[in-house]
């Protein structure tokens, strides 16, 4: 049951950064403005973070759509849905009214902060998904269990060590 469990956890994951990274990919500009307009990084690393952030959300969703490197793809994984937490929870504090530019858009919207608690539940949902997964990585129709095959699954006398005779 687990390994079932584990595999939706990579799809809806896996899918849900996909599709944010792809949204957010013919338009740098407005990723780029998302990033700024939550006012927690240095300007001279905004545009950087708002060009990488969609090709590493897809890389992660990729990843963990096909189960492959399942365990530091969910750290990566959970590593920004905190980060995306904290920094809506950061804007909600602050009273800014800005788009969370999870799936593209972003920058200042009157009223956009009505809709952070819904954000926040969203990516803590998400950020537990991944946590999980950390913790179980293997999972069902994973290219991990074809390419890293587990020791008892592993033939009798492969996980032996070779002993010399003398």
Known sequence: MQVWFGLAARLVVGGVWIVAGLLKLPDPAASVRAVRAYDLLPEAVVPTVGHVLPVLEVVVGVCLV??????????????LFAAFVAGIASAWSRGLQIECGCFGGGGYREGASSEYPWEIARDAGLLLLSAYLVWRPRTKLALDTLLFPSAEKAPAGRTQ????TT
């Open 66 to 79: 096909l189960g492959l490197l399942t365990r530091v793809m969910a750290v990566a994984s959970a590593v």
């Open 161 to 164: 060590p070779i002993e010399e």
